[in-house]
């Protein structure tokens, strides 16, 4: 996957999760449900980097950020964002 191989050259290594594709619910008149067809990965990373700096190669393509944290320490920002990332079978 190519977002994978993006940590991998900026030398940053996320805590990364697969989720578990739950069991379909049955479909209408017993007919079999649709299959889903990505995967999803949860995702969490700490830089001293700016997620705006980091993330925006990636706008429609299937990562998305759901928290942003940042601490300021000794006039040294830290950041830590958590995200999913929406992968093709």
Known sequence: MRVFTWFQKKQLTPA???IAIPE???GNNGEPAPVQKWKEYQFSLSTPVNP???FPLFQDTGVRLSNIHFE???GTFS???EGHIYASR
């Open 72 to 74: 300021l320490n000794g």
């Open 16 to 18: 990364i999760n697969e």
């Open 52 to 54: 705006d700096e980091l």
């Open 79 to 81: 950041y830590s964002s």
């Open 24 to 26: 379909p619910l049955p």
